[in-house]
């Protein structure tokens, strides 16, 4: 089993940035899977927002978030980070942290069934 927990969440004006982490703990090797961050809005489906290779060389993210949202990750620290500038109203959402033991290409996994393992959420407002 692996555990996730999320943080860095809260209510920023338009424009401004946040930086989300998550941080894993738990069975297997960090650096061996792929993490993503998905995202939730009240009443709509989770989408996937950006997701990272094994060694933060190769990185996708959603057309949505280009240029706005970078991911990375720490092995040695077992966090992945999401640092998401320029931010608008309708990023406002629960921001999951998720993670998988690839059996494809990093960038297969861009869906919510591809996932594994689950962080609890963490809240991003961004006010108008």
């Known amino acids: 089993q692996v555990q996730l927990v999320e943080s860095g969440g809260g209510l920023v004006e338009a424009g401004g940035s946040l930086r989300l982490s998550c941080v894993a703990s738990g069975d297997g090797s960090f650096s061996s899977f792929v993490m993503g961050w998905f995202r939730q809005a009240p009443g709509q489906e989770r989408e996937f927002v950006s997701a990272?290779?094994?060694?933060?060389?190769?990185?996708n993210n959603a057309d949505s978030v280009k240029e706005r949202f970078t991911i990375s990750r720490d092995n040695a620290k077992n966090t992945v980070y999401l640092q998401m500038n320029s931010l608008k109203p309708e990023d406002t959402a629960v921001y999951y942290c998720a993670a998988v033991l690839p059996r494809h290409g990093f960038r297969y996994y861009n869906t919510r069934d591809k996932y594994e393992y689950w962080g609890q959420g963490t809240q991003v407002t961004v006010s108008s």
């Open positions: 990272i290779n094994w060694s933060g060389g190769g990185t």
